[in-house]
Each structure stands twice: as structure tokens, then as C-alpha cells.
């Protein structure tokens, strides 16, 4: 099924977010995890892509498939594409036709100086054309509330985000962001450049110190007073963070219902336990 069918009911469309085990790792340790997932019914799961992937050892393809076979959940597999060429995405693809599996989150990745930078494709609406061309795929683009940090400003950001959605990205998927407010006057900024697809707003459950040192390094999300003085306050005190850092994430999400958000995509960070609390919380305002 093509996940963008998902927002044509007349609800709130809700997915979660899980990344494949450590190159070394079994394939089988995802289980736990979507198992604990599995439960909760969501509309279908998105699996990362680690940076400079392959068709050899691509764990995305393989949990994509297991979620389709064994758990029966639409998958969605992430595809980078600044470490591959064209006849290394095709292979991806037809592994992910083999799989049947007909949702893909089409990316460019971050730079890495670590890894060859190939020239195929030069931004995400690159790879979508190409995909939308190789294969009945429906294909969703990544969204930045707040601007893509290589972006000048974010108005440019959104006019670029206009050729992914020209390409063909039929819905779009945003960075984390603990500030409702930035992700309204980035969706009015869409509608603005005639960006019309459903944008699910991704939403991140902050449940240690560790995860915030490095999102805030990573992705440069602002964070909001509210926010800080949880993180100060509960800092220390493990349990009292993770409680806090869920009800920070449910406040979010009924806000963003309540104004008629298309979507909501939690960032499970393969825990469910958090996964759970947070759908308990909110299943019957969807
Ligand atoms: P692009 O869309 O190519 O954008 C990159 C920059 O180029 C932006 O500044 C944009 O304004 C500009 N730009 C875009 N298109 C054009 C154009 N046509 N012409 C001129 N300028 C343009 N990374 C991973 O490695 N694996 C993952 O699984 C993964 N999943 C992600 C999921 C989500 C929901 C999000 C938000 C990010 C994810 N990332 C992942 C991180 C992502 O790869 C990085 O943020 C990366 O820096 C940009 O990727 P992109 O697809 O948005 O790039």
C-alpha cells in the first residue's frame, strides 16, 4: 500500500521511526523492539539508512521486509544517496521491489568527511526523480521546521523543499523540533510557496542528557524555556527526566492535533516503552 493513500481517511495520520541494529549486531535484536511497536497499531514504521550504505549489507531493506512479512506494517525504508551512484541506488531499488516494499524516504545524507561524496545526485529532489522513474515507489522528503542548517535562510530552505516536492515527494516528514510554534509558521511558509502534500511533524521524546547534548549538536533544534528548566530541574534524576521528557512529547502532540496537524512521527529511538506511554496518552485524539 502507498503510505500517502493513509492521509486520505479522516485522521490523524501516525508513524514511528526505528534504526537498524550496529553493523556487527544480529539482524533478529530489532525484534524486541518491533514487537513492543507492533502493538500500537501505527500507520507504518520508517527504518533509517546509515551513512554510506549498501545493497551488500543493507539492514534498512532486510527490517523493511520483516516489517511487511512478519508484522504486517507498511514500511517506509530511508535512502540516502551522497555515497552512491546510480547503479548502486538501483540495486537498493530492487532489492526493495523484491521485498515489496513501495515506500521510500528519499534523502541526500549528511556530508561526511569520512566517506567518498559521489556526484550522481546533488540534492534529495535528484533521487526522488530518479526513483519515481526506476519503479512504482511512492516517495516522501525530509522537512526542516527550522531551516536546514546549509541554508542561508529559511525562506530559501522552503523554496528548495518546492523542487523536492515538484520531484514527486508526495508527503513530507519533519525534523524534531520542541517548539509548536516553529512548525506552524514553517507550514505557513509552505502553503505560501504552494507546498500543498501532508507534512507530519516529527516529534522526539527526550528521555536522557546524553540524547539532548547531541540532538542539540546534530540537528540544531532551538529549545524552548519550558524545556530547559525540565532538563535543569531533572537533569539527575533519571526516572523524573524520562517521565518528564514523555509528558513534554504528549503536550506537543495534542497541541499539534488540536490545530489539525496531517501527521505525527515519533522518533522512537527503537525504545518502546516511551513509544507506548505516549500512544496510550494520545490514541483516542486520533
Ligand atoms: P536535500 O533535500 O538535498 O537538502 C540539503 C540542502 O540542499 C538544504 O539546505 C536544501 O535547502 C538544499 N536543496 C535541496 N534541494 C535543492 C535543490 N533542488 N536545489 C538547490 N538546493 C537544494 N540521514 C541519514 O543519513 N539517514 C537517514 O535515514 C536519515 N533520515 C532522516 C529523516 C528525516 C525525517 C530527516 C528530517 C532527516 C533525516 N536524515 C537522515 C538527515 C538528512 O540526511 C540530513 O538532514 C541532510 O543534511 C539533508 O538531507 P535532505 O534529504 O533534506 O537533503
Redesign the pocket.
Known amino acids: 500500500m502507498k503510505i500517502i493513500d493513509k492521509f486520505k481517511a479522516d485522521k490523524t495520520v501516525y508513524s514511528f521511526e526505528v534504526f537498524p541494529p550496529k553493523k556487527d549486531d544480529d539482524i533478529k535484536t530489532i525484534y524486541k523492539t518491533l514487537d513492543g511497536l507492533s502493538h500500537l497499531n501505527p500507520d507504518f514504521i520508517s527504518v533509517?539508512?546509515?551513512?554510506g550504505g549498501n545493497a551488500v549489507d543493507n539492514k534498512t531493506c532486510q527490517i523493511a521486509a520483516i516489517l511487511k512479512e512478519k508484522y504486517k506494517i507498511e514500511p517506509l525504508a530511508?535512502l540516502?544517496c551522497i555515497n552512491s551512484d546510480k547503479s548502486e541506488v538501483l540495486a537498493i531499488l530492487d532489492q526493495l521491489k523484491t521485498a515489496n516494499v513501495s515506500n521510500i524516504?528519499?534523502?541526500?545524507?549528511?556530508k561526511n568527511p569520512n566517506e567518498i561524496e559521489k556526484t550522481d545526485f546533488i540534492?534529495?529532489?535528484d533521487l526522488t526523480e530518479f526513483i519515481l522513474k526506476n519503479g512504482d515507489f511512492s516517495v516522501a522528503?525530509?522537512?526542516?521546521p527550522e531551516g536546514?542548517f546549509?541554508?542561508e535562510t529559511k525562506i530559501?530552505?522552503v523554496l528548495?523543499l518546492k523542487?523536492?516536492v515538484d520531484a514527486g515527494a508526495s508527503h513530507l516528514?519533519?525534523?524534531l523540533f520542541f517548539d509548536n510554534e516553529c512548525f506552524y509558521s514553517f507550514k505557513e511558509h509552505c502553503r505560501l510557496a504552494n507546498i500543498n502534500v501532508p507534512i507530519e511533524a516529527?516529534i522526539m521524546p527526550v528521555v536522557n542528557v546524553r540524547q539532548i547534548e547531541r540532538l542539540v549538536s546534530l540537528c540544531g533544534a532551538s529549545l524552548p524555556n519550558k524545556f530547559v528548566k525540565i532538563i535543569n530541574r531533572y537533569g539527575t534524576n533519571k526516572e523524573a527526566l524520562r517521565d518528564a521528557g514523555i509528558a513534554y512529547a504528549i503536550d506537543q502532540i495534542v497541541d499539534l492535533i488540536t490545530n489539525g496537524v496531517e501527521g505525527i512521527h515519533l522518533y522512537t529511538m527503537n525504545n518502546p516503552y516511551v513509544a507506548i506511554k505516549i500512544t496510550e496518552a494520545i490514541k483516542n485524539l486520533l
Open positions: 533509517t539508512y546509515g551513512a530511508h540516502t524516504l528519499a534523502l541526500r545524507g549528511d540534492h534529495s529532489s522528503g525530509a522537512c526542516y536546514h546549509e541554508s530559501l530552505d528548495n523542487k523536492k516528514i519533519s525534523q516529527g
